[in-house]
DNA sequence: ATGGCGATTATGTATATACATATTAACTCG
DNA sequence: CGAGTTAATATGTATATACATAATCGCCAT
C-alpha cells in the first residue's frame, strides 16, 4: 500500500499499516511508556492519528488483545493488561511485573557495575565477534524483603551506545534497554545449578541448593545487544509456557 | 449474529462465523483429515460453503496461516503445512535425538507401569475434570551407559484407548503418543529441583543435587491426554529456545 | 521446442458501511 | 433521593467493494 511512506515511514520495508500499528502499541507496551492500567487511545482516536479506516485499527487491536497484551472493554476502551501468561515469561521476562503479579513490591538494586574493554569471555556471551567496549552488571530484584532473582548481564556498547552513560543504579537493565532497542531475536537458555558462595549470598539462599538460571542472548538486526543471567531460588520461581499450535 | 443459527451450528453457544471456520479447519487438520501437503477450499469456495463475504474466510485463514498451521501461496491456494511449530518453541522431548545428537547410544527402560482409575492427584496433573482410568508410567532414558533423564508420565486412557494395551518396556511413550493423537495444545512447566533419594537413585546422582523439572500437559481437542515429567541432572541439560518476536 | 510476455487467478490489504451488543452515563419519576 | 429507564458510546462482527501483488498458465514468436 502507498499508506507507508505518506506516513513517513522510517523502515524502508513495505509493512502494512496494521502491522506498523500493531508494532507501535505493542512497542509502547513493552517500554513500558504505557503501564499496565493505562487505556489507549479508542479506535476513532487512532483512525485520526493513521488516517485509517476504523477496520485497520480493529484489526490490528484484535491482535493484540488476542495475544493478551491488551483487554478491551466495551463502551470503556481498551487497556494494558498485567503480563501474566507465557508471553510475560518467556518473551520479556519483565521480572518487576513477575513480582508485582504476585502482589509483593518490587525493588531493584544494583550491586556492580564495570566499564571496560570486551574479552574472549564477554565475546562469546555476547555471540559476537568484533572487538569493542561492553557494561558488566550485576543487581538484585526483590520481591518484598527477600531477593527474587539475581541478575548478571553484559550490554554491548557498540550497539547501545548511551548504556554506557548509565548508573543502573535502581532500574534494571532490561526494561530501560527494550524501550531503546528493539530487539529482533533472542536466545534463551535454561538449567539448573547448585548455588555457589557468591549466589548462595546475594540470594540469602545455602550454597548448594537448587537454582533455575534463565540465560537470553538478543539481538537486534545482526547485532548483538546484551547477554543476561537470571539465577532463581528453586523454590521461587517456575516458568510456564502454553503453546497453541493455532490461536483459537 | 443470527448468522450461527441460519447455519445450523450445533454449539448453543454463539460463536462467530469466522471463530467457527477456523475451528472447524483446525479440527479437520488436526484430525488428520487433510493431511500436510493438502489444498485447502479456496476462499471462494469457503465463501460459498459459509455463506459468508470473502472478508471473513480470509481473517480465518490468515488466522490459521500465522499460527502456522496452513502456508498460502498467491495464485495457487492454501496447503496444510507439515506440523513444526512445536519444535521451533521449546525443542526438546524427543530425548532420543537429544541423545544421539550427543553422539551417544540411547536406550530406554521402563521401571514401572499401573493401571487404575484416576484419582484427585491424576486429574489435577491431567488438567482434567471426569474420572475414567489412567495409566501411570515411570522410565529411564540413558544416554550410553548413565541415567540421561527420569521420566513420570500419565496418559489418560478415555482420550487414547490403545495406551491401555501397550506395554512401553522399550519405547518411549513420548514418541508412541505423537504418532497417535495431533495434539491442540501443550502447557510447559520448567523449574529447578534438588533430587530426593528416589530420584537420586534413579539417576544416581547424589540426593540433595540440582535438578532441571520439565513438566508437560498436552491436550487434545479440549480433553487432557497425557501429563508427563522429565528430570534431568542439573550438568546433564539445558532447554535451548530461540524466540522472533511473532506476528509483528 | 522454448523463451518471453501478457492474461488469469488467489491471496493481501484497505476502504466505507451497517448493525449488534455490552456498558456506562444521564435522566426521569415516584 | 434513589431506583429504574433511556440514551450514548466503544467495541464486535459482518458486508460489499476496490485495487495491489505474486505466481502461474497459456499463447505466440523465434
Request: hydrophobic letters at 40%; charged letters at 25%; glycine letters at 6%.
Amino acid at each position: 500500500m502507498n499508506m507507508a511512506e505518506t506516513m513517513g515511514l522510517e523502515d524502508s520495508e513495505t509493512i502494512s499499516l496494521h502491522q506498523r500499528i500493531l508494532s507501535d502499541i505493542r512497542e509502547k507496551i513493552l517500554s513500558g511508556a504505557w503501564a499496565p492500567g493505562h487505556r489507549i487511545p479508542f479506535e476513532h482516536e487512532l483512525t485520526a492519528e493513521y488516517r485509517c479506516s476504523r477496520m485497520t485499527v480493529n484489526k490490528a487491536l484484535s491482535q493484540l488483545a488476542k495475544a493478551g497484551l491488551i483487554e478491551r472493554r466495551r463502551r470503556s476502551g481498551s487497556f494494558v493488561r498485567r503480563p501474566q501468561s507465557q508471553a510475560a515469561v518467556l518473551e520479556l521476562h519483565d521480572i518487576r511485573i513477575e513480582v508485582e503479579a504476585l502482589g509483593l513490591p518490587y525493588r531493584y538494586e544494583r550491586l556492580e557495575r564495570l566499564k571496560r574493554r570486551s574479552n574472549a569471555e564477554d565475546r562469546a556471551l555476547l555471540g559476537s565477534s568484533g572487538a569493542g567496549s561492553v557494561v558488566w552488571l550485576e543487581g538484585l530484584h526483590f520481591a518484598g524483603e527477600r531477593p527474587f532473582a539475581l541478575e548478571q548481564r553484559l550490554i554491548n556498547l557498540s550497539a547501545v551506545l548511551e548504556a554506557g552513560d548509565e548508573e543502573f543504579l535502581e532500574i534494571a537493565a532490561g526494561p530501560w534497554l527494550i524501550g531503546r532497542v528493539p530487539w529482533s531475536e533472542a536466545e534463551h537458555r535454561i538449567r539448573a545449578m547448585a548455588a555457589d558462595e557468591a549466589i548462595a549470598d546475594a540470594l540469602d539462599i545455602d550454597p548448594g541448593a537448587p537454582c533455575l538460571v534463565v540465560e537470553r542472548r538478543t539481538w537486534s538486526a545482526e547485532h548483538p545487544v546484551t547477554h543476561v543471567r537470571f539465577v532463581y531460588p528453586a523454590e521461587s520461581h517456575t516458568l510456564v509456557a502454553r503453546f497453541t499450535p493455532s490461536q483459537g
